[in-house]
């Protein structure tokens, strides 16, 4: 059986944070679950991970997935360290198991390499396989110390070099694949008889060797796959790596980007070809973009399903449907259960919401549709709004087919307009209004002829 072990019980305290390190998203997704993800590639039949502190966050976090989570105890009465982590789930491996250990800081190690890794202890009958990478300054890593013939003797903490170690360039990953009986017995025999005083994981590699099973590296050329999370800074370069990856992918599946490098898509998202999208979207969760789509400015685009041929400018679109032709924006809101059908038009400064509209209905200006249901080819005025609650209730209203809101209309729902309606602009409707017929609800004009006039002449005098 493969077991995946997974440490992320570890302070994080140069996250200068309150929350969990493992915990810290990228593009909204929390580090760990990139880590998760991986491990998949490798039919694991058993995963643990150890927490800390994080515990109770961690179980929220996995809720429903099949994940031991192994809670190690952190304070000044408790042994600290990787090795110390990993002896609290001994119990839970048997002794032909293939244990697979990574850490919940890495989040970009890719399920492929994972593979190959596991593919290459098995294949090669080793006891235990480290995967390093080499890089100019490995300062802070474990280094790879290896003997003359270029087998691997020991791994040797950054705090524990002398100063030859120190020049090694080949360094310890923290991922390994060790044999379950070589583990259970390993770590039976750590020490914590080093500079930090803790046990170290890496110290089962000698151990290991001493008893004559082979022990081995495993170098890959890509070092970003290893590239750990301690900061913010690192957090935000691991982010930049990512967002890279997803948007080159959507590039060769056919997408346009302009300056992509400011673009944020989930992994989650899936978009057309030839849609257009230029910098400063951002597009999550479960969205799905047709072809030849045009998406720009600050465009945020949420759970939304868009057909072909829709163009958004600087809006924000959340859990709505938009039909074929259809266009949104400048500086438009759609909110939850907005359903555009095709070619409909909504302008500058609409907000929209559980409403449904259709085909060729044009809201060009500064409206408010929450709570109705319009027909098609139906102009809604500048101005006019859908007044749909009144301070303790919400109430829907419909307009037909073919039906005229004027300008600086209220709708006071809930309100009828049958097919091809008119209502004058300026009006505030509280009756249905029948089919072709013209409503209007204005107090007359006056027009007083010569007053303004005699209003400057009566201050005049008033000096
Ligand atoms: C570790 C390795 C080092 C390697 C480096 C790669 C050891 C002794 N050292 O060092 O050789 O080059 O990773 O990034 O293994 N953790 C626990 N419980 C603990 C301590 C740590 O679960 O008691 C977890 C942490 O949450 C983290 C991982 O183990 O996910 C690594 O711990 P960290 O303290 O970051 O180890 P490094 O000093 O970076
Ligand atoms: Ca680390």
């Not at 390993?186 to 082979?214: C, H």
């Not at 673009?263 to 978009?271: L, P, Q, R, T």
């Not at 809604?380 to 004027?406: H, L």
Request: hydrophobic letters at 35%; one cysteine or more.
């Amino acid at each position: 059986m493969n077991i995946c072990i997974i440490l992320a019980a570890g302070e994080g305290t140069r996250m200068k944070s309150k929350n969990s390190k493992v915990l810290h998203k990228l593009i909204n997704k929390p580090m760990v679950n990139y880590v998760l993800e991986a491990s998949d590639s490798v039919n694991v039949e058993k995963k643990i991970i150890i927490a800390g502190r994080n515990k109770e966050d961690l179980t929220n976090l996995l809720e429903g997935e099949n994940i031991l989570i192994k809670e190690q105890k952190i304070g000044k009465d408790y042994p600290y360290g990787t090795g110390y982590a990993v002896s609290l789930v001994l119990n839970e491996i048997e002794d032909n198991d293939k244990v697979l250990i990574l850490t919940g800081d890495t989040p970009l190690i890719k399920g492929e390499t994972l593979e190959k890794f596991m593919d290459y202890h098995n294949s090669n009958n080793n006891t235990a396989t480290v995967l390093t990478a080499e890089i100019e300054d490995p300062t802070g890593y474990g280094r790879i110390v290896k003997d003359t013939d270029g087998s691997l003797l020991k791994i040797v903490e950054h705090k524990d070099c002398n100063e030859e170690q120190l020049l090694i360039k080949e360094f310890n990953s923290g991922f390994m694949a060790i044999n379950g009986d070589a583990l259970k017995n390993s770590i039976n025999k750590l020490d914590q008889d080093n500079t930090q005083g803790e046990m170290y994981l890496t110290d089962i590699f000698e151990i290991i060797r001493e008893e004559g099973k082979k022990i081995s590296t495993f170098l890959i050329d890509d070092v970003e796959e290893v590239y750990g999370i301690n900061s913010k800074v690192q957090l935000s370069v691991a982010e930049e790596v990512l967002r890279k990856r997803i948007n080159e992918k959507f590039m060769s599946e056919g997408v346009i980007m302009e300056n992509p490098s400011n673009i944020f898509i989930e992994d989650s998202v899936i978009i057309g070809k030839d849609t257009e999208i230029r910098s400063g979207v951002r597009i999550t969760g479960k969205t799905v973009i047709g072809e030849n789509c045009l998406i720009y400015g600050d465009s945020l685009v949420d759970n939304s399903i868009l057909e072909d041929n829709v163009v958004i400018k600087s809006s924000v679109i959340e859990d709505s449907y938009i039909g074929v032709g259809t266009d949104v924006g400048p500086f438009a809101h759609l909110r939850p259960k907005t359903k555009l059908e095709k070619k409909v038009h909504i302008g500058n400064f609409v907000e929209v919401k559980n409403a449904n509209i259709g085909e060729g209905t044009k809201a060009g200006h500064l409206a408010y549709i929450g709570d109705a249901d319009l027909g098609k080819n139906i102009n809604i005025g500048c101005g006019a709004i859908f007044v749909n609650y009144d301070g303790k209730n919400k109430y829907r209203s419909i307009v037909k087919d073919g039906g005229f809101i004027g300008s600086n209309a209220n709708i006071i729902s809930p309100i009828i307009i049958e097919e091809e309606g008119f209502v004058a602009a300026g009006s505030t409707i509280t009756r249905d209004v029948g089919k072709g017929d013209l409503s209007i609800e204005r107090a007359e004009q006056r027009n007083i002829v010569g007053w303004v006039e005699r209003k400057k002449e009566r201050d005049s005098r008033k000096k």
